[in-house]
């Protein structure tokens, strides 16, 4: 039976930050009632389609990332975690994730999270100065995401992550080292870091392009990952992905372990990606295109039926090679810092070993000292995470 980790996501924003480009929006609030209605049906569609002599696929894991989840209502949410959980088998303690921001977090909307079956909770803190947060676009201060992380303790969250951004226009290692601080003193269970990219077409990128901000620094953010390598090492945190730490091994985001082991996984609603059997396919990106797909169909509950049911409309559909599905496993497995990528389940999963496939490929990157390597393992160093696209690009040949 196929198992998949699920990604729900819910494209809608109070306020779009400066700097992003994910597939989200503000101001459509009106859609949002429709749009949950539009992703029940398409989780019991996919939840039929993959099910096999009358066993339904297995969901290991369910995310739901946005955009904002948190501007959903505890019904909405509830409604669609009972969708998930009747149209797929959810494994055994299935890491359950929403994502929020901050400002969105009551302690009424935490408590019902709680009770519908959230466990683990993904808080878009990005920096404790507000300064910082300004420049960012962020509807929250640093205060408001104290309170939040306190609230959400508070309603029994013992699984919290902090997403934080550092390489930002102008700012200093000292403001970074003053924000990891305040974020080691709230003792989360996992920290995922990100370098702030300055992507087109955002008003942040109008900005440095226009000269009213400068551009980001990519030699204080590479000292600023350093720091943070330092500062969580020392304060116990293990580092087991590029951008990712976490208190204990339990505790690794297990939905991201799914995409860096390169398994698969089904992105439901608005622009979701996935990637099953060979192939690699997105929904419509629109939410309005995306709910209207789905208008005709009849309600959640009686679209079990095939032949009832609406096909999804897709964006981009991509056949994956067998050569491609090798290099993007190494590429995807490198970003694992301790686990790498292990020659015993490359050859398990591709009848080839990892010496044997790129052995034109990684004796130059172990000389270069950008990977270290046994018999058992490859792995990159901390040079090579700092070079990471380096690496990567010689295993696409
Ligand atoms: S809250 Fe997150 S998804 Fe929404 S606009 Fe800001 S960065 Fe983008």
Redesign the pocket.
């Known amino acids: 039976m196929i198992e998949f980790a699920l990604y729900l996501h819910i494209p809608f924003?109070r306020k779009?930050?400066a700097y992003?480009d994910?597939n989200?929006y503000a101001g459509l609030e009106g859609l949002q009632a429709g749009y949950v209605e539009a992703l029940r049906k398409e989780i019991v569609l996919q939840g039929s389609r993959f099910a096999r002599d009358g066993h339904l696929p297995v969901a290991r894991t369910i995310f739901l990332g946005?955009?904002?989840p948190s501007t959903l209502s505890v019904s909405q949410i509830d409604s669609l975690l009972t969708a998930c959980t009747t149209s797929f088998a959810l494994a055994e303690n299935a890491e359950i994730t929403l994502e929020a921001?901050p400002s969105t977090l009551t302690s009424p909307f935490l408590m019902g999270l709680r009770d519908c079956g959230i466990k683990r909770l993904s808080l878009?803190v990005q920096s404790f100065d507000d300064g910082e947060l300004a420049l960012l676009g962020r509807i929250h201060n640093a205060a408001t995401a104290q309170r939040a992380f306190s609230l959400a303790r508070q309603a029994g969250f013992g699984n919290l992550n902090l997403d934080l951004i550092y390489g930002l226009p102008g700012q200093r290692l000292q403001t970074w080292q003053a924000t990891l601080q305040t974020a080691l003193s709230l003792q989360p269970e996992h920290f995922s870091l990100y370098a702030l990219g300055v992507e087109p077409g955002t008003p942040l990128h109008h900005d440095v392009a226009a000269g009213r901000t400068p551009a980001p620094d990519p030699d204080v953010a590479a000292d600023m990952y350093e720091l943070a390598e330092d500062m969580l090492g020392e304060n116990g945190y293990r580092h087991y992905e590029i951008s990712n730490w976490s208190r204990d091994a339990r505790l690794m985001s297990r939905h991201n372990l799914t995409y860096w082991h390169n398994e698969p996984y089904l992105g439901l609603g608005a622009g979701a990606h996935s990637w099953v059997s060979g192939i690699r396919f997105a929904n419509v990106r629109h939410p309005s295109e995306y709910v209207r797909s789905f208008a005709s169909a009849a309600p959640a509950e009686a679209a079990l039926s095939p032949s009832r049911s609406p096909a999804v409309q897709l964006d981009t559909v991509e056949h994956i090679s067998k050569e491609m599905e090798m290099a993007e496993t190494v590429i995807l497995g490198l970003r694992l810092v301790r686990e790498g990528v292990s020659d015993a389940r490359f050859k398990l999963r591709f009848g080839q070993s990892l010496w044997g496939r790129y052995g034109d490929v990684i004796p130059g990157l172990l000389d270069l000292g950008l990977l270290e390597g046994t018999a058992e393992r490859i792995r990159l160093t901390r040079r090579g995470r700092l070079l990471g696209n380096e690496v990567f690009q010689r295993f696409l040949r």
């Open positions: 924003c779009r930050c992003c994910f989200t946005g955009g904002t921001n878009g």
